[in-house]
């Protein structure tokens, strides 16, 4: 085994599936079931989802909201994702807890480095939600930070594509894919992998990021096997 313990990250829009709003069961099924299937390989594994299924702070201000009640309104739509995919992991008999940066009393527990080690260590998968719990920070840098705080061995950003390539390959047939890449690297080709506080995070604390498709069947164990599938950044 390559990994010992990871984080993972998936977008709130992932888990529309092919709807355009909200949670399609059948994709937030389809994570789980790749979730488990780390832990059966003995992995500890904390999650990170996004709100951009329900709601997202940039957008809302744009339309008029205040961004720093927007931004909290987001953290409230990553603890619904979260709920929802602790819902589905414990149907599938894997042991899942919610814990947040934004408490709600009797939904979650409130997020601390040590209660997520030891959630991990207990054998549950750490649902991480709430963002970092402050209003101008996206669920990537939530993530780069709970990655580094818990100790992981990797961080992986689950995508719809399989890594990182030198242009959008959905826009541009040309566009050629990277294996592995330097924080240098990404740096210098202005590659947008993640944003820039979540990747200056990430590259000063030596926290490897592993870009791959997440949609794919079985891609998380083949990546904790080591296959080379996606893009490695370290």
């Not at 709807?19 to 299937?37: C, M, P």
């Not at 961080?155 to 592995?180: F, H, I, M």
């Amino acid at each position: 085994m390559k990994y010992n313990r990871i984080l993972l990250k998936l977008s709130g829009e992932s888990l529309m599936g092919n709807d355009n709003y909200g949670l399609n069961y059948d994709t937030v099924r389809h994570f789980a079931s790749e979730i488990k299937s780390a832990v059966d390989m003995g992995v500890q594994v904390g999650v990170v989802i996004g709100g951009g299924n329900i709601f997202r702070g940039v957008q809302g201000a744009s339309k008029g909201f205040d961004r720093r009640q927007g931004d909290q309104m987001g953290m409230l739509a990553t603890i619904i994702n979260a709920m929802a995919m602790q819902a589905v992991l414990e149907e599938l008999g894997v042991k899942a807890k919610v814990l947040t940066a934004v408490t709600i009393e009797g939904v979650s527990e409130k997020i601390s480095w040590r209660k997520a080690v030891e959630t991990l260590e207990a054998g549950y998968v750490a649902i991480l939600g709430g963002g970092t719990g402050n209003p101008f920070f996206t669920t990537d840098s939530g993530a780069a930070l709970r990655a580094v705080e818990i100790g992981a061995d990797l961080l992986l950003k689950g995508t719809r594509v399989d890594g990182v390539y030198t242009a959008d390959p959905e826009k541009d047939p040309t566009a050629t894919k990277y294996t592995n890449l330097t924080f240098d690297e990404a740096y210098a080709k202005n590659l947008k992998i993640m944003d820039m506080t979540a990747f200056t995070l990430c590259k000063e604390n030596h926290m490897p990021i592993y870009v791959y498709d997440a949609n794919q069947p079985g891609n998380l164990v083949k990546v904790l096997n080591g296959e080379p599938i996606g893009t490695l950044l370290q």
